[in-house]
C-alpha cells in the first residue's frame, strides 16, 4: 500500500493544493463558512421589508441592488450562506464554472493535439 501512495504523491498533493483552492473560492474551511474580507452587500433592514420576509436569517438576494460597486476580492461573497435563494445562485455559479474550465480543458488539448501533428 505505501508503494501505491509513494508513486502516487504528486497526485495525492495535486489533489490537496486543488481542494485548498476550492475552499477559498467557495468560503469554506473544513465545511465552515470564513469570513475573510467581510460581506459587500447592504441589506436594508427595515421593519417592513423585515414583515415581507418569514424568517429574519432568510434574505433574498438582489444582484442589481444593495451591491457595492466593485466585486468581491477572492471567493464567494459570505452573505450566499444565509440567502434563501442560496442554492439557486450556486448551483448556475457551479454549472458555469464547470462548462468555462471544460470548454477550456477540450481547446488546450486540441491545440496540443495541433502541435504533435505538426
Given amino acids: 500500500m505505501w508503494n501505491i501512495l509513494f ?7 495535486l489533489m490537496g493544493c486543488f481542494s485548498m483552492y476550492t ?27 423585515l414583515n415581507l420576509v418569514k424568517n429574519a436569517k432568510d434574505v433574498t438576494l438582489d444582484p442589481r441592488g444593495e451591491y457595492y460597486n466593485y466585486p468581491y476580492p477572492v471567493g464567494l461573497d459570505p452573505i450566499w ?30 491545440c496540443l493535439s495541433l502541435w504533435n501533428h505538426r
Fill in 7 to 13: 508513486a502516487g504523491r504528486y497526485v495525492v498533493l
Fill in 23 to 49: 475552499g477559498l473560492m467557495y468560503n469554506d474551511l473544513f465545511s465552515k463558512s470564513i469570513n475573510i474580507f467581510g460581506s459587500h452587500w447592504t441589506i436594508n433592514r427595515t421593519e417592513h421589508n
Fill in 81 to 110: 450562506q444565509v440567502a434563501e435563494n442560496k442554492i439557486i445562485f450556486l448551483n448556475n455559479l457551479k454549472m458555469k464554472t464547470s462548462i468555462i474550465l471544460g470548454v477550456s480543458h477540450m481547446l488546450f488539448g486540441v
